[in-house]
């Protein structure tokens, strides 16, 4: 019952809400390198490396599911060749990223690391936060009838 009341969000509204956070914070975070710290920074260029790579992840994430749910049916060829690709393609880019970031000088890999994982990080605390909102406005409303 109690989750019942929450309004599903739209998928798409959430990968659109995602990239834009993430768009913000690496903005931020160039801004914050630009006036404090040096330029040519390692952390800075893994950082921004790794949150593109997330980025991407998310969209790919995105088109994966979007075959199963625009033809609703599931287990089709079509949508496992899809998902598989997209999962195949996601994997390569991030070892492909930390193969280069262990190799050379200027990419740091613990900010590789931290940039890749920001884009579902903020995806489930945005998501977190939409369900906390929606069921204590549902229930608002549910005691005041």
């Not at 809400?17 to 630009?34: G, M, N, P």
């Not at 921004?48 to 625009?70: D, E, Q």
């Amino acid at each position: 019952m109690f989750f019942g009341a929450v309004k599903e969000r739209d998928m798409f509204e959430q990968v659109i809400r995602t990239l834009k956070l993430l768009s913000l914070i690496a903005v931020l975070f160039l801004i914050c390198c630009v006036l404090f710290f040096d330029v040519s920074s390692c952390i800075k260029n893994g950082f921004v490396a790794g949150m593109a790579i997330g980025a991407i992840n998310t969209v790919l994430t995105y088109i994966g599911l979007s075959c199963s749910l625009v033809e609703r049916q599931y287990y089709s060829k079509k949508h496992m060749v899809c998902n598989k690709a997209t999962f195949l393609l996601r994997w390569t880019l991030i070892i492909a990223l930390i193969f280069l970031a262990s190799r050379v000088d200027w990419l740091n890999i613990y900010a590789v690391f931290i940039g890749v994982i920001m884009a579902p990080v903020i995806s489930f605390v945005d998501f977190g936060v939409a369900v906390v909102f929606n069921c204590r406005g549902s229930t608002r409303n549910l005691e005041n009838k």
